[in-house]
């Protein structure tokens, strides 16, 4: 598994095992912890191999379809992070899906992908997340020294109601449906999120819900070695998220087209400083090398540009590694190209 900070993120506790417990035991006490669980045990068997994220659906707001994109990546790295040395994950800019109300692989263009990676359709599942923002105005009064009004200020609250549904698409059945919500408040203390993620307490609960979809589906994952740690730590170019169709129209000028990569770098990778993010900014597609153990094929401040030939993202990397055959990278530095082995 590809090794990343975990800045961001809170490990929680594991699912109990027993399908049947845990839908009891959901019933009895209904929301836990601000989560509303909804779980099904499958009417069969299940073997799960690998988990299918497709881009997130935002209803409520004018979202463009780049927003879509990266919080959907943002979920991959959650799954990458927990079990992608054990399942394979197929991401948001690979994967359309056409038909909201299909639970079934009907408009998903998934089922070729997997074909490709030489994995069974029967043993995917399918991760995707509806995000609902619900606004409402409010004002904060003011008092001065003696208790008397002296004005308001007006902000506008914001609701976001997630649901993140778990569904195995060859039986059309829901294994699980998790959702719960989160007021983001205008008078908060800045973080510094807001630099690059307007809505930062909705991404972390969307990440949240994401995990446990994730632990829930290892409960069937199929029984397998799992794969040595590459001792990489890798950030994700913006360029990926620039090539969205509707993204230029956040880069007005040359001016705003940078800030506007430099943020789109600190979303993909929160944890990048200020130089790290700069640099991933002014890249192409690819996948920029910030760490790496002696000896590698590949060293720091490399760039992956094709993952055996195959786009650069981190979720094509760790499906390939899964493989335990060594993966051949196209690597650029100084504007030299050249060909590596990833074991």
Request: aromatic content about 4%; charged content about 20%; hydrophobic content about 45%.
């Amino acid at each position: 598994m590809l090794n990343r900070p975990a800045l961001f993120f809170s490990n929680l506790r594991a699912l109990m095992r027993s399908p049947l417990l845990v839908c009891l035991c959901f019933a009895l006490v209904g929301c836990s912890a601000g989560i509303t669980r909804t779980l099904r045990p499958p009417e069969s068997p299940l073997r799960i191999s690998a988990v299918v994220i497709t881009p997130v659906r935002i209803t409520g707001a004018q979202a463009p379809g780049w927003r879509r994109f990266e919080l959907a990546q943002r979920q991959v790295e959650v799954g990458l992070r927990d079990c992608g040395d054990r399942l394979a994950f197929f991401g948001p800019s690979e994967v359309q899906i056409t038909r909201w109300e299909e639970p079934g692989w009907l408009g998903n263009t998934a089922v070729p992908l997997l074909a490709r990676a030489a994995l069974p359709v029967d043993q995917a599942v399918l991760i995707r997340t509806t995000v609902e923002q619900r606004l409402a105005s409010s004002t904060q009064e003011r008092e001065d020294h003696r208790g008397r009004a002296k004005g308001g200020v007006a902000s506008q609250e914001t609701t976001w109601l997630l649901t993140v549904e778990l569904l195995h698409p060859s039986s059309r059945q829901s294994l699980a449906e998790l959702s719960a919500q989160v007021v983001i408040d205008p008078f908060a203390e800045p973080t510094g999120e807001e630099e690059y993620d307007d809505a930062a307490p909705m991404t972390h609960l969307l990440e949240r819900l994401t995990l446990e979809a994730v632990r829930i589906a290892r409960r069937w994952e199929v029984d397998r070695p799992a794969v040595h740690d590459s001792g990489l730590t890798l950030a994700l170019s913006p360029a990926i998220t620039a090539g969205q169709p509707d993204a230029a129209a956040a880069q007005t000028d040359a001016l705003q087209a940078e800030i506007w990569m430099q943020a789109r770098a600190r979303f993909l990778s929160p944890w990048l400083s200020d130089t790290q993010a700069s640099k991933l900014a002014r890249t192409g597609p690819s996948l920029l090398v910030l760490a790496a153990p002696g000896g590698a094929s590949v060293q720091p401040g490399d760039l992956i540009l094709s993952v055996d030939g195959q786009p650069p993202l981190p979720q094509v990397l760790a499906r390939k590694r899964l493989t335990g055959v060594p993966v051949e990278v196209r690597v650029g530095r100084g504007g030299n190209e050249r060909d590596a082995v990833i074991p």
